[in-house]
């Protein structure tokens, strides 16, 4: 994964999650790894994504009511995904640990589920289950060398 890549953005994500998939012997269903380049695309250029503070996300997301607390529930499931899998090492800078955003970013999507409809509260149902896989294919993207060659590194960021 160490290679220079071109073309459209989501079949460069695609091309990653499923090469971190094969490397590390997971699978994910395809609603799941749909869902998780869809995340890579919705973020790639959140600069303040590592500047959030998820817990106060998550509680401003319970004063919200219907679609406004399922979208941002969501956003915090989505957020905690990517700092807990792209960007472990912020979990270490806040003292927290990575499974902090695991639990999180679970509690959050499956907040959506309880709260969806039909398709929708499946595959959200889905994305909490299969959470730490879904972490696990993040950290195999991130690879070795990090998440700098993908995203901004955290220490950019939050200074």
């Known amino acids: 994964m160490s290679d220079i890549r071109q073309g459209a953005a989501a079949a460069l994500w695609q091309d990653l999650v499923r090469e971190a998939q094969a490397a590390s012997g997971g699978t994910l269903d395809e609603s799941q790894e749909s869902y998780l380049v869809f995340v890579l695309l919705r973020h790639q250029r959140d600069g303040q994504l590592l500047a959030r503070i998820q817990a106060l996300e998550w509680l401003h997301a319970q004063q919200q009511v219907g679609s406004a607390r399922a979208d941002a529930l969501r956003d915090v499931g ?53 959470y730490r896989q879904l972490v696990a294919v993040l950290r195999g993207v991130r690879g070795p060398a990090g998440a700098a060659g993908i995203l901004p590194p955290a220490h950019a960021v939050l200074h």
């Open 78 to 130: 989505d957020r905690c995904l990517l700092v807990a899998g792209l960007f472990p090492d912020l979990a270490q800078r806040r003292r927290v640990s990575v499974d902090y955003f695991i639990d999180l970013g679970r509690g959050a999507y499956q907040g959506v589920a309880d709260a969806g409809r039909d398709a929708y509260a499946e595959l959200f149902a889905r994305l909490a289950e299969g």
